[in-house]
């Protein structure tokens, strides 16, 4: 394979991690409805069958090309608007009006799951894997509300480092903490960075904190197939979680959508405190987007100096150049031989950090 086709996947705006992505958001849906999606560069028809199930299709008839989005739910079948071929929950054609029987054809498929009130599609080939989630709440029912969507012009991956980027969070956030991240591998698509400092004496703000912490101040970050991000903060007593999922547009830009999650709370007094949980969860979530907005117009993002500091993003940048991936528009597999390649060509330069030399 000729060197010029090997292309890691950080920061390409050609492929993309094989995983789950979101699509649009549950209430969205209607039962008996279909809306068109683009996904990754290609076109779908999402619809939710009267069964309440979710199915994502892609978007153009076998027939003539006509969009789906345009037809008609049946049952847990479309119909494509056009000339009424009509296509099961299989994606199969099962009945065109104008023939006695219906031709071998059928539209591809894709695996769908509803979580967090978002719609998610399985972009790849192989079977599903895990939903995103947040790794403290796994096994505990949740309640949640959608943030803010948003586009930013500069890729995915780039966008999430921000939260991992260690240094950023005095410069930009004028946090007086020296945070150092600890790595911990959930699989192979998800990795965490979790806080491991309480702070130093010398500032007013720690002394004020660390009460609140009896070791040290939690805030992890784990990533999903490096486009969902799942933030943990808040004193020993109170977490707060934001997801942020991210989907790589046109030019690879990125277009995404906070997700504000808490655990669930019962009772009426439970709901109550819920709302307000989560509407303070939206308030740390801006907080913290707001400062960096400016930089994530320009940035041309090129890590050629890394510190110290950086070594999270270096890991980050490995672990995702590490998994499978999918071309933008065609999803087709990346090939395998691409990927050994990547993995010998980038290695050995990201995973060790080197202290460099300044030269006057
Ligand atoms: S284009 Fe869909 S039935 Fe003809
Ligand atoms: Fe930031």
């Known amino acids: 394979m000729a060197s010029t086709n090997i292309q890691p996947n950080f920061n390409n705006s050609t492929q993309f991690i094989a995983g789950w992505y979101w699509a649009l958001p549950s209430k969205k849906l209607k039962v008996g409805k279909v809306k068109p999606v683009t996904l990754l560069g290609r076109n779908l028809a999402i619809y939710r069958g009267f069964n309440g199930e979710v199915k994502a299709v892609d978007a153009y008839c076998p027939h003539m090309g006509a ?21 099961d929950a299989t994606g199969k054609c099962v009945d065109i009006p104008s023939l006695e029987k219906p031709l071998p054809v059928c539209i591809k498929t894709w695996e769908t799951a509803e979580k967090y009130g978002m719609i998610w599609v399985w972009v790849g080939e192989n079977k599903p894997e895990q939903l995103p989630f947040i790794p403290e709440l796994e096994q505990v029912e949740c309640d949640y509300m959608l943030g803010t969507k948003f586009i930013k012009n500069c890729h995915p991956n780039v966008l999430l480092i921000n939260a991992i980027d260690a240094h950023h ?3 930009v956030h004028n946090l007086p903490l020296e945070i150092v991240f600890d790595t911990q591998t959930l699989n192979n698509h998800a990795i ?5 400092t309480r702070g130093g004496n010398d500032s007013w703000f720690i002394r004020l904190i660390q009460p609140l912490y009896k070791k040290e101040v939690t805030y992890s970050m784990c990533y999903w197939y490096g486009s969902t991000g799942t933030v943990t903060l808040g004193p020993d007593f109170l977490h707060f979680y934001i997801i942020f999922t991210l989907r790589m547009i ?5 277009e995404g959508q906070t997700i504000l999650i808490t655990p ?3 009772g009426i007094f439970g709901k109550l405190i819920n709302l307000i949980l989560l509407w303070l969860t939206q308030r740390v979530g801006n ?3 707001k400062g960096d907005t400016q930089v994530f117009e320009t940035i041309k993002f090129n890590l050629q100096t890394p510190t110290k500091a950086d070594q999270s993003i270096l890991q980050f940048i490995h672990h995702v ?11 087709q597999t990346v090939d395998d031989i691409n990927s050994k390649n ?9 995973l060790e950090y080197k202290e460099h030399e300044f030269k006057v």
């Open 342 to 350: 990547i993995q010998t060509q980038f290695q050995p330069n990201l």
């Open 67 to 87: 969009h789906l989005a345009e037809g008609k739910v049946e049952g847990d079948s479309i119909r494509c608007f056009f000339h009424n071929w009509k296509y």
């Open 321 to 331: 150049n590490q998994q499978k991936s999918l071309k933008w528009e065609t999803w």
């Open 192 to 196: 965490t960075f979790s806080n491991t």
């Open 169 to 171: 969070f005095n410069t």
């Open 264 to 266: 669930k709370r019962h």
């Open 250 to 254: 046109e030019g690879g830009k990125t």
């Open 287 to 289: 907080y913290f987007a």
